[in-house]
């Protein structure tokens, strides 16, 4: 079935940019999104982008996609201590059922 | 404007016990979901609906069920909880299928 792949973990410097990366499997895409979730929270989308998109921009946050490799990245510039989070990626399958992603967790060093 | 709102935040059953998970919105959005939350995983399907009076099959829809009487109103019922079931729960919605999903703050659930 379709799949989605994050690192688990990504440690940055305060005022680095920091790029989440994630790899999906199902060709048939529609949306790909982006969650941020807080401890104790429940998610927060902060983006998405159409399949027939490369880029889309908003403020800090970057996002590429890449559908030939089916290879999805979020960038956050100047990555702040409020940044720290766990991020999910996950897809819009043709039914438009996502699937997830496990998270990636941010983690800003002073 | 609230959103999505759970009820409650956080509960502890004994094995064998039921519960209701309510999840409410005020969005007028067709479609509501519940999904669960385990450590390392993602999130996981459990059921949906698209739209008042339909109920469908997620991923992981076993020992669960479903009720949406209500187009604002999307009910998660434990019938006989087990401890595979200790999960934070999620409940979402969307305006259609393709449009992004809003979450609930969670409902932390312990079956002992």
């Known amino acids: 079935g379709e799949d989605v792949e994050q690192s688990l973990f990504l440690s940055v410097r305060e005022g680095d940019s920091s790029v989440i990366n994630c790899t999906y499997t199902?060709?048939?895409?529609?949306?790909l999104y982006w969650y941020k979730q807080e401890p104790g929270a429940g998610l927060q989308l902060l983006t998405y982008?159409?399949?027939n998109m490369d880029m889309k921009q908003d403020q800090r946050l970057t996002v590429l996609l890449n559908k030939k490799d089916k290879h999805l990245s979020l960038r956050i510039a100047d990555t702040q201590t409020g940044d720290s989070a766990i991020y999910f990626c996950?897809?819009?399958?043709?039914?438009?059922?996502?699937?997830w992603g496990a998270g990636t967790k941010l983690i800003i060093k002073p | 404007n609230a959103g999505v709102t759970q009820t409650p935040k956080f509960r502890v059953l004994k094995t064998g016990q039921s519960m209701t998970l309510l999840c409410a919105q005020d969005?007028?959005?067709?479609?509501m979901y519940w999904y669960r939350q385990d450590p390392g995983m993602g999130l996981r399907l459990i059921h949906y609906?698209?739209?008042?009076?339909?109920?469908a099959k997620g991923e992981v829809p076993d020992g669960y069920n479903v009720s949406r009487l209500k187009k604002q109103n999307f009910l998660l019922g434990l019938e006989s909880a087990a401890p595979s079931q200790t999960s934070v729960y999620f409940c979402?919605?969307?305006?259609?299928?393709?449009?992004?999903?809003?979450f609930g703050d969670g409902t932390r659930l312990s079956i002992l």
């Open positions: 979402a919605s969307s305006y259609q299928g393709d449009q992004p999903q809003h």
């Open positions: 969005m007028n959005h067709e479609y």
């Open positions: 609906s698209v739209g008042e009076g339909t109920t």
């Open positions: 199902d060709s048939s895409s529609t949306y």
């Open positions: 982008i159409f399949s």
């Open positions: 996950a897809e819009a399958d043709s039914n438009y059922q996502l699937i």
